[in-house]
């Protein structure tokens, strides 16, 4: 998805929760929306990779703790091109990583505990890999936004369904088809950036791995993890993680609307690049 795509995607999500806004207080209430989804934006900004981290209830790792998993990603790291993260571990036994951070220069990759306990190194490093290729792609603060943003926007609909505001006070119906629909239309936005931001970073990650096959066989680990093990995370730092870690929870109609996109899928253009890149050796 290029990032003209990405920006108009990011705009319509504001001017949403500008929508939302003046439905609920008007001329007025817009004015605000948009002035605190700007305030929030600035914020994310400077203080994402913290709050990421406290919503996994993760910590930040030294080398002398994990002197493996820091050699690899320091490996894999010089491959893409990219200063050192940070690195963290969030206390799950559920195997799963994500990135998070501003910039190239604070950058952080975490990952659970159940990935350094479940996952094969060969499998690892492809897992490592996407979440470098989300940094290579600065995909790590966008993703952030747009969850924050969805979540905001889905707050402020509820609380216009129960306080109502605006022009819209004699009309109730308004306000309820409001509450429905605006989280549904974020919702939309947010997994038409989501989705394809995974599929891009599968295949970069692939390239930097040098393994497809090995990423592959890893999403489909952490696809069985995420329904057998249950992680207890809020449902808008989920989409930053490399697989859905409220797979347990979700299932038949909510597939439609899941910000990753299905394994299978990602599991068999992995594949394709492997088979490619047999028949070029």
Same mark, same amino acid.
């Given at each position: #998805? %290029?990032? !003209?795509?990405?920006?108009?995607? #990011?705009a319509g999500m504001t001017a949403l929760f500008g929508a939302v806004g003046g439905l /609920?207080?008007?001329?007025a209430g817009m004015m605000l929306a948009l002035v605190f989804a700007a305030v929030m934006n600035v914020a994310m900004y400077w203080m994402s990779a913290g709050m990421v981290l406290r919503m996994y209830r993760a910590r930040t790792l030294v080398r002398d703790e994990a002197p493996e998993l820091y050699d690899m990603v320091d490996r894999l790291r010089r491959r893409a091109g990219l200063p050192m993260p940070t690195l963290a571990i969030a206390p799950h @036994? *559920?195997?799963?990583?994500?990135?998070t951070g501003r910039d190239y220069d604070h950058a952080v990759v975490c990952v659970t505990q159940g990935l350094l306990d479940l996952?094969?190194?060969? $499998?690892? $490093?492809?897992? /490592?890999?996407? $979440?470098?290729a989300h940094i290579r792609n600065r995909d790590m603060l966008l993703q952030t936004v747009t969850a924050t943003l969805a979540g905001a926007i889905g707050n402020l609909a509820n609380f216009g369904l129960f306080f109502g505001g605006g022009d819209e006070d004699d009309n109730p119906f308004a306000l309820i088809g409001m509450a429905i629909l605006a989280p549904i239309a974020a919702m939309?936005? *947010?997994?038409? /950036? =989501?989705? *394809?931001r995974e599929f891009s970073a599968d295949a970069l990650g692939a390239q930097i791995s040098g393994r497809p096959a090995g990423? @592959?066989?890893?999403?489909?680990?952490?696809?069985?993890? @995420?329904? %057998?093990?249950? #992680?207890?995370?809020?449902p808008a730092a989920a989409p930053l993680a490399q697989v859905n870690p409220l797979a347990a929870h979700g299932g038949?109609? =909510?597939?439609? !609307? %899941?910000t990753h996109p299905p394994t299978e899928e990602r599991v068999a253009r992995l594949l394709a690049m492997q088979e490619e890149v047999r028949l070029a050796a």
């Open positions: #998805m %290029s990032n !003209f795509k990405v920006f108009l995607l #990011m /609920i207080g008007g001329q @036994a *559920q195997p799963n990583a994500f990135a996952v094969p190194r060969d $499998e690892l $490093e492809g897992v /490592i890999a996407h $979440e470098l939309i936005i *947010q997994m038409a /950036i =989501s989705r *394809q990423l @592959a066989n890893a999403l489909r680990r952490l696809e069985a993890g @995420a329904r %057998s093990l249950p #992680m207890h995370v809020t038949g109609i =909510s597939r439609l !609307f %899941s």
